[in-house]
């Protein structure tokens, strides 16, 4: 069954012949129903799969596709089998999180989950046996899946376990993570044995220098002489993330340790509110006995670009002397104590050459990126959105030269908007440049936050944000009922709907526009509501395109173009 056919089309509009084949979703606290662009589309996508499961708190929009308000009449012709599988939440559960500064921090169970929650990790422990022993069990033909999943390491487990679920021993491999049951301790899926097997650890059929006893935790990714501990090239070590092989290690005192004073080796758990001084006597608030920084428990990435590398002025000195963060003896060779996990293979006045920037092949900066990071140029030039007012490039103004390309011919656009949901550049049907934003009082597709009262009450409805000028234009007025129409609005037959919301934080641009002057307006609106929860409304994301940029696929549905009016009266021509 494929997730959307021309057949499936709705409004008579034919959607081209490239087919999404997605019999099944599983659905882990996301809710695309009201957090991906164009999101009514991708509620009526999932009618077409096979199955579905929800792993959420509470019913979400995704859960319950087939109750949206422009929803197929009736559920009979739906042949979706939607499962929901009650989650526990944060801090019903232990484990770690990581952050976009690196950080990784243990977090410990504070109370446990109401009813028949389960946390996430006992979820895709007891599914991932069920997996195994189905494919032990019954062979499907497919050689792509019987013999990976068959023999997946996940165990062994001895019969049936605690749960009654069978899984056959997978021999003759032998658990190098405790007592032969795998993730589990005590029943249940245990996530230090998890972040063990993250860590990385020696394997059983390899040996070879001090330390490399099976299951011993490697403590690192990298040092001057390969040395015991560390990850092996010989395929004598397992590693499920390498930026993490030094977080979980060793107890304090056995193989490997290599850091006082963390607990039974999780690094993450460490607690330690006291900065570390620098030889000088001097702090620099790196605070590096707090949690892990991945890898190797380094603060401040590529830091070894922060000191000389050559005798000009001094090698191994750093080019900040009052506030350094790594620095060297006057040999360059012995790192001065209290700073930060020096990045780069050797110190900069050794033998060997020091190339601080361990994430690029050649060990130094880019000014312009490669590989997957520029496809769209090692330095574009300036591209208007996919959707845009513009008919025009604004920068095409010498005589004589090709047109410059409005937008990106190299950004991410969905199979189906490609050639589908693009109104075409200065549409007059949209002459209004739209934006979202999320709001203090709800998270993200508001899940976790619309079935809170208190913050209803804070926040009770979606609102769309307008310029004084355009709503004296429009003859709106605070709190009146408004409803924006983008392309996608035509094509999957919902409109959006909220409250007006006037405000002098908004204005009218005056920008030229293929040659000329001309006021152009931005109005704004939040995507956090939905149909279910105690408080309800309409996702902006309604109105929002499938594109992205080039190099990662980041959604650009923070701007498209729109209209909009006072419910009752007619579309504006601005």
């Given amino acids: 069954m494929t997730a959307w056919t021309a057949a499936t089309a709705s409004n008579g509009v034919v959607v081209p012949d490239k087919d999404q084949y997605i019999y099944g979703l599983m659905c882990w606290g996301q809710n695309p129903a009201v957090g991906g662009p164009s999101c009514d589309f991708e509620r009526q996508a999932l009618a077409n799969l096979d199955w579905l499961v929800c792993v959420d708190l509470w ?16 559920t009979g012709s739906i042949g979706t089998e939607v499962f929901l599988l009650p989650a526990a939440a944060s801090y019903e559960k232990e484990g770690c999180i990581t952050n976009s500064g690196r950080w990784s921090q243990w977090r410990w169970k504070a109370l446990e989950p109401p009813g028949d929650a389960l946390d996430d990790l006992e979820i895709i422990n007891r599914l991932a046996k069920k997996l195994i022993y189905s494919y032990q069990s019954t062979a499907t033909g497919d050689s792509y899946l019987d013999n990976p999943v068959a023999n997946l390491y996940w165990g062994p487990y001895p019969g049936t376990d605690a749960h009654g679920i069978n899984c056959k021993p997978v021999a003759p491999i032998v658990s190098p993570l405790g007592n032969g049951l795998g993730y589990e301790t005590g029943g249940h899926a245990d996530p230090n ?16 220098g001090s330390g490399a006893t099976a299951g011993t935790r490697v403590n690192g990714y990298y040092n001057a002489t390969a040395s015991a501990g560390t990850l092996q090239e010989n395929g004598g070590t397992s590693c499920g993330n390498w930026i993490y092989c030094s977080h979980y290690i060793n107890p304090v005192g056995g ?7 963390v607990t039974d080796g999780n690094r993450m758990a460490k607690r330690t509110n006291t900065e570390t001084g620098r030889a000088d006597g001097k702090y620099i608030g790196l605070y590096k006995n707090w949690a892990y920084a991945w890898p190797s428990n380094r603060r401040i990435i590529y830091n070894g670009a922060a000191v000389y590398q050559t005798s000009h002025p001094s090698v191994g000195q750093p080019l900040a002397p009052n506030k350094w963060v790594i620095a060297y003896d006057s040999s360059g060779t012995a790192e001065r104590a209290g700073g930060d996990v020096a990045d780069g293979y050797t110190a900069p006045g050794g033998t060997a050459p020091r190339y601080p920037f361990i994430m690029i092949r050649e060990g130094h900066a880019h000014l312009f990126t490669a590989g997957v990071n520029a496809q769209d140029g090692p330095f574009p030039e300036h591209y208007e959105p996919w959707e845009t007012v513009m ?9 004589g030269e090709s047109p410059h390309v409005l937008a990106s011919p190299t950004l991410f656009a969905h199979a189906r908007p490609e050639a589908y949901e693009h109104p075409g550049n200065g549409n007059a049907d949209f002459p209004i440049i739209g934006t979202t934003y999320r709001v203090t ?8 936050t619309r079935n809170n009262p ?11 944000e307008l310029s004084e000028e355009l709503a004296t234009i429009l003859g709106i007025v605070n709190g009146d009922q408004v409803e924006m129409k983008t392309q996608r609005t035509d094509l999957y037959g919902t409109t959006y709907t909220a409250a007006a919301c006037v405000t002098k934080r908004l204005k009218p641009y005056s920008i030229e526009v293929d040659g000329s002057m001309k006021t152009v307006h931005l109005i704004g609106t939040v995507w956090h509501f939905g149909y279910n929860g105690l408080c309800t409304g309409d996702s902006a ?3 929002t395109p499938h594109v992205g940029d080039a190099n990662t696929g980041i959604p650009e549905s923070k701007q498209f173009i729109c209209n909009l009016r006072k419910v009752g009266n007619s579309w504006p021509t601005l």
Avoid: D
């Avoid at 019913?59 to 596709?65: G, K, L, R, S």
């Avoid at 008919?391 to 005589?399: D, R």
């Fill in 391 to 399: 008919t025009g490039h604004p920068l095409e103004t010498v005589a």
């Fill in 59 to 74: 019913e979400t929009e995704t859960a319950t596709f087939w109750k949206r308000p422009s929803a197929i009449p009736g």
């Fill in 454 to 464: 208190w913050l209803c009450e804070l926040m009770p409805n979606a609102f769309v």
């Fill in 255 to 261: 193989p490997g340790s290599f850091e006082a004073g």
């Fill in 441 to 448: 009082e709800h998270w993200q597709a508001g899940q976790m």
């Fill in 541 to 543: 994301n309604l109105l």
């Fill in 193 to 208: 044995k998890v972040e063990w097997e993250i860590n990385g650890y020696f394997c059983p059929t390899v040996s070879g």
